[in-house]
């Protein structure tokens, strides 16, 4: 089964951290570019980072530039989203996606392959 399991949501205060990982199950992450994408409440889901397939590009929205950290392990199958300084406007489930290449930070191309999502709370 191609799936995406992500983890490490949770609540957290304004100004907080949180790690997100991403691990593929069923298929290698090595020849993919890997994207993060968030949706809030009542909101579309939007783009918020990408990773080339070599990890040696990477890209972020404006809203979360210098405070967002895409990285990738391809000997774990693994991508992470390293958040600090986090605001109540990021709260959102965030999911990651496979794809051919990084439209900026979009993700985008096939496989398309989607995660079920992790939860984001950001709040006092």
């Known amino acids: 089964q191609l799936q995406f399991v992500e983890s490490g949501g949770g609540l957290v205060q304004p100004g907080g951290s949180l790690r997100l990982s991403c691990v593929a199950s069923?298929?290698?992450?090595?020849?993919?570019?890997i994207g993060w994408f968030r949706q809030a409440p009542g909101k579309e889901r939007e783009g918020v980072s990408c990773i080339s397939r070599s990890g040696g590009s990477t890209n972020y929205a404006d809203s979360v530039k210098g405070r967002f950290t895409i990285s990738r392990d391809n000997a774990k199958n693994t991508v992470y989203l390293q958040m600090n300084s986090l605001k109540p406007e990021d709260t959102a489930v965030y999911y990651c996606?496979?794809?051919?290449?990084?439209?900026?930070?979009?993700?985008?191309?096939?496989?398309?392959?989607w995660g079920q999502g992790t939860q984001v709370t950001v709040s006092s």
């Open positions: 996606r496979a794809g051919i290449y990084c439209s900026e930070y979009v993700c985008d191309g096939p496989p398309g392959y």
């Open positions: 069923g298929f290698t992450l090595d020849y993919s570019a």
